[in-house]
T-cell receptor
């Protein structure tokens, strides 16, 4: 069945360094991808999204890259700050009009001072 | 309120007890979703409402799970005869429109522990 997964369950980086969080997905028909940040005791918070007709999208300190050939998605966070510590999930929708999100397992990002 | 509100934040239920979890979406949001998040896992879709209509309940794990949104605003997720495997965080999300790139806003969740 369709699934969205992550390569690494944990990632530890130094404050000020750049972070890259990876995600592999299996449904080649997926059309829309989203990265969420979840802090302890809180619900997921939208970070950035990308449609399948794009390969790169930039936000404030974040960049999402999509490689449809190998079904790979990544989230780059520039100049990480202590407030970036959280679990990051990639999620997909099967198509633009789909309602439900399919989430991956998540990567815990820890920022070392 | 400014965001999605869920209550209670924490619920401890004895096995076999019925529970009801409440979600107050952002005012005016058409779409409402329920997700279940087990410890250390990503959220898993349970059900979706567009206004008061439940359009997708494919993720509900059994007939013990029931959700409603009778007036197209507040929603309740009910779990009958709770079992230990029901222990999880139940997340509610709402979005202004349905489909497309409409951002879904999540509540803080209700942590259910079945003992």
């Amino acid at each position: 069945g369709e699934s969205v997964g992550l390569h690494l369950p944990t990632l530890s980086v130094q404050e000020g360094d750049n972070s890259i969080i990876n995600c592999a997905y299996s449904n080649s028909a997926s059309d829309y991808f989203i990265w969420y940040k979840q802090e302890s005791g809180k619900g997921p918070q939208f970070i950035i999204d990308i449609r399948s007709n794009m390969d790169k999208r930039q936000g404030q300190r974040v960049t999402v890259l999509l490689n449809k050939t190998v079904k790979h998605l990544s989230l780059q966070i520039a100049a990480t700050q202590p407030g970036d510590s959280a679990v990051y999930f990639c999620a997909e929708k099967a198509n633009w009009g789909a309602q439900k999100l399919v989430f991956g397992q998540g990567t815990r990002l820890t920022i070392n001072p | 309120g400014a965001g999605v509100s869920q209550s209670p934040r924490y619920k401890v239920a004895k096995r076999g007890q019925d529970v009801a979890l409440r979600c107050d979406p952002i005012s005016g949001h058409v779409s409402l979703f329920w997700y279940q998040q087990a410890l250390g896992q990503g959220p898993e879709f349970l059900t979706y409402f567009q206004n008061e209509a439940q359009l997708d309940k494919s993720g509900l794990p059994s007939d013990r799970f029931f959700a409603e949104r009778p007036e197209g605003s507040v929603s309740t997720l009910k779990i009958q005869r709770t079992q230990q495997e029901d222990s999880a965080v139940y997340l509610c999300a709402s979005s202004l429109f349905s489909g497309g790139g409409t951002e879904a806003f999540f509540g803080q969740g209700t942590r259910l522990t079945v003992v």
